[in-house]
């Protein structure tokens, strides 16, 4: 084949390629916006049916769905619902079975949060005294017992958190009230006479004048409320002292059963210890009660609450009564108002919550009154009465405040009562 010839085969082979290709984009073109075809099916439909929806999964209604091609129409879902939680109370653990903190469990399927599993015991702390060494002022009351269930002996410490002396060190404690924690820098006081006998000690407060506990809380939503919660996201504390609006416990029981009850909700009970601060009468009694009668009031609206929740009470009522008693020309409560704690009063206040926390007795206490009334850093909040006492008044007070915290209950039982169901 002569070279001409194979020039025009290639020249035609190219044309004719070229024309394949624009054929087939052509095609292409004029295809490319229709719809590819659908077999056609004829619905067979069969009944779905529906699911309920749970607390985390969706559910969905009854619907229709072909059998052949799995079409279906009239699909409707329906939401998951969420958990319904409910508070539940939590239970002591025992020698047979863990106990826990209280939690919250949903109505509907049975979830559980916020629970914290406290193991079981190995003795429960009920059982036979064998031997008791006494308080003395500078240790605390020890128990030597015997479990009535499996034997064992075992020691019971008497202080407020029933710990040997040596982890008593370095508590952090939170006073929550009003004026009477206030005056006269009782918090100060407190810690200074702990430090004086040698314990180190850290103590806040959260005090705000002329509060009701219910302003603490969660449902109050405000400024009181926010201060606690900012108070207690710094630490964990071993002791709360609560300490109520000054005729509350006798005058309006429910919503200080109802605050006391919610502000314990906040702490775990089985990690920190929540004191009742009983407070006094006023010094010509209130609204109709007279200074014994109201005295009764406070100290049963106080007990019936630490009762119900297991709660510590430090009787400083309890101390102001066995003083009117013995000195009715001493004042503590202040001439003006009548309710507020002079410098005395609030020294006595000190001795009875040292008392409880410690669990030792105040007779021979380092840091006297004496020794209060020259500290220059105290706010006296106009308390006008501070002179020097003679040392047989020191102890007779000290005294006074040792019954207060270890004498058990004064209230009649005309006044008792019972906070269960009140306030709820």
């Excluded at 025992?94 to 509907?108: I, M, V």
Aim: with cysteine; proline share 2%.
């Amino acid at each position: 084949m002569n070279e001409k010839i194979k020039k025009i085969l290639t020249i035609i082979i190219i044309i004719f390629s070229l024309i394949l290709v624009a054929c087939k984009k052509e095609d292409e073109d004029n295809n490319k916006d229709k719809e590819p075809e659908v077999e056609v099916c004829d619905h067979i439909f069969e009944k779905v049916k529906g699911k309920a929806a749970t607390c985390t999964e969706p559910g969905y209604q009854g619907y229709h769905k072909c059998v052949i091609c799995g079409y279906s129409e009239d699909y409707q879902e329906i939401e998951a619902l969420g958990h319904d939680y409910v508070l539940k109370k939590g239970k002591m653990a025992t020698l047979k079975a863990d106990g826990c903190s209280d939690y919250y469990e949903c109505k509907r399927c049975g979830d559980i949060k916020d629970m914290k599993i406290y193991p079981k015991l190995d003795h429960i702390h009920t059982g036979t005294v064998l031997s008791t060494q006494e308080r003395t002022n500078s240790m605390c009351e020890v128990r030597t017992c015997k479990c009535d269930i499996c034997g064992k002996e075992y020691k019971e410490y008497g202080n407020a958190l029933n710990r040997e002396e040596k982890y008593m060190e370095d508590l952090n404690i939170l006073m929550v009230g009003n004026s009477f924690t206030n005056y006269n820098c009782l918090y100060t006081l407190l810690e200074e006479m702990i430090k004086a006998e040698g314990i180190n000690v850290n103590i806040k407060k959260c005090a705000y004048g002329g509060q009701y506990l219910y302003n603490y809380c969660e449902g109050e939503n405000g400024t009181y409320h926010r201060n606690l919660m900012d108070a207690l996201k710094l630490k964990t504390y071993d002791i709360i002292f609560l300490q109520a609006q000054s005729n509350e416990p006798a005058l309006a029981r429910p919503n200080f059963y109802k605050a006391v009850r919610e502000i314990c909700s906040y702490v775990d009970l089985y990690d920190t210890r929540v004191i009742m601060y009983q407070t006094w009468s006023y010094r010509d009694g209130y609204a109709g009660m007279n200074y014994y009668e109201m005295t009764q009031k406070l100290a049963a609206g106080y007990e019936a609450i630490a009762d119900e929740l297991n709660l510590g009470t430090s009787k400083v009522g309890n101390a102001f009564y066995f003083m009117y008693q013995n000195h009715p020309e001493i004042n503590l409560n202040k001439e003006s108002d009548g309710s507020h704690p002079t410098s005395l009063g609030t020294y006595i206040a000190a001795l009875v919550h040292y008392s409880v926390i410690y669990g030792r007795s105040p007779v021979g206490i380092k840091y006297t009154y004496n020794d209060y009334i020259k500290n220059e850093n105290i706010e006296w909040h106009g308390d006008t009465t501070r002179s020097a006492i003679s040392s047989s008044l020191q102890r007779e007070i000290e005294e006074y405040a040792e019954r207060a915290a270890f004498g058990g209950s004064i209230v009649e039982d005309k006044y008792k009562t019972s906070s269960a169901g009140i306030g709820e």
